[in-house]
Nanobody, 121 residues
Framework: QVQLVESGGGLVQAGGSLRLSCAAS????????MGWYRQAPGKQREFVAA???????NYADSVKGRFTFSRDNAKNTVYLQMNSLKPEDTAVYYC???????????????WGQGTQVTVSS
């Protein structure tokens, strides 16, 4: 089992910045990918950004150039720096982790509890 602890959400004015963090813990053999998804009221959950084990990153078109993904491998922690925030970025942001577990060497997917990001106009 992997525990994902998210932090960094909050209320910010348009044009402002926030940094989300997600720390993974558990009997992890290898983190294959970690990412962020978001879900706005009345909408489906959507992909925001992800980083895979080789360090490469992917971003949704809507956040490219504004959001930056980084990681601290020693801490199994990833960060999402969000700049130039817009009201349409308002959503609950969920951390996602795909990890190979030591107990059986199978790959599993885990989700965090979510953190609210609200951008006022």
């Amino acid at each position: 089992q992997v525990q994902l602890v998210e932090s960094g959400g909050g209320l910010v004015q348009a044009g402002g910045s926030l940094r989300l963090s997600c720390a993974a813990s558990g009997s992890i053999f290898l983190i294959n990918a970690m990412g962020w998804y978001r879900q706005a009221p009345g909408k489906q959950r959507e992909f925001v950004a992800a980083i895979i084990s080789d360090g490469s990153t992917n971003y949704a078109d809507s956040v490219k150039g504004r959001f930056t993904f980084s990681r601290d491998n020693a801490k199994n922690t990833v960060y999402l720096q969000m700049n130039s925030l817009k009201p349409e970025d308002t959503a609950v942001y969920y951390c996602n982790c795909i990890a190979t577990m030591t107990q059986d060497m199978y790959e599993y997917e885990y989700w965090g509890q979510g953190t609210q990001v609200t951008v006022s106009s």
